[in-house]
């Protein structure tokens, strides 16, 4: 297989990916909620970064791009 062409894939799923999942969760860490003595709680602190539709949408649409034109012959100039 042609490397743009597998290029064109991985772009695709890549794509279908993003549309499926629309984000990821960041844990920044734990911060102190409380402290009573020596019991102290603490939460971790998630952080939602969003991939917005269109991005997943720019993916595919690249991927069909990239492996349409990985099956054209290249033309040689005479």
Partial sequence: M???AVLG????????LAFT???????MGR???AQVGPI???RERP???PVAP???G???VGGAIVLASAGREPHELT
């Fill in 2 to 4: 042609r490397p743009l």
């Fill in 9 to 16: 894939v991985v772009l695709i799923l890549c794509g279908i």
């Fill in 21 to 27: 999942y629309q984000g990821a969760i960041w844990v």
């Fill in 31 to 33: 911060e102190k909620v």
């Fill in 40 to 42: 102290t709680v603490q």
């Fill in 47 to 49: 952080i939602a970064i």
């Fill in 54 to 56: 269109i991005v997943g």
């Fill in 58 to 60: 720019a993916l595919v």
